[in-house]
């Protein structure tokens, strides 16, 4: 499988990112960033932050460290796991930022922390990417 090795720009235009609202901001040797402003149609029922939009900032700012999808690497999530600290309100700016720990031939392991505009921890996390 090829993919064109995708940049800030086609990046930023992927369906689903646009749909969320979710900002790529950086792209780096080892690490990535995105960002997310909470508002009311990423609200659950208590009026705040609903745990997929958190769960997906995760998990897609997992791809976008400069050895995977920067480079062309195609891949997918094998495992997700995230723990949630506190909630996110609406007008809240999420701020995800992911690291990459391991990359071997076949698997990828990286950790993610989502804070929020104050630096106070709301979720974080780790992902698996299988290299395919």
Same mark, same amino acid.
């Given at each position: ?40 149609? @990423? ?14 900032? &995760? ?29 996110? &309100? ?5 701020? &995800? ?26 979720? @974080? ?8």
């Amino acid at each position: 499988m090829h993919i064109e090795p995708l940049t800030l720009e086609s990046g930023n235009a992927i369906a689903l990112l646009r749909t969320l609202n979710i900002h790529l901001k950086e792209i780096g040797e080892a690490h990535a960033v995105m960002e997310v402003t909470v508002s009311e149609a @990423h609200g659950n029922y208590m009026g705040g932050a609903h745990g997929g939009l958190i769960a997906t900032l &995760a998990d897609t700012v997992s791809f976008f460290p400069r050895p995977l999808l920067p480079s062309g690497r195609p891949c997918t999530t094998t495992n997700l796991n995230i723990t949630y600290i506190r909630p996110a &309100a609406v007008g809240e700016t999420l701020t &995800a930022r992911a690291e990459l720990i391991h990359m071997g031939r076949r698997m990828a392991s990286l950790t993610t922390r989502i804070v929020n505009q104050d630096a106070k921890l709301v979720a @974080h996390g780790t992902a698996t990417l299988m290299l395919l």
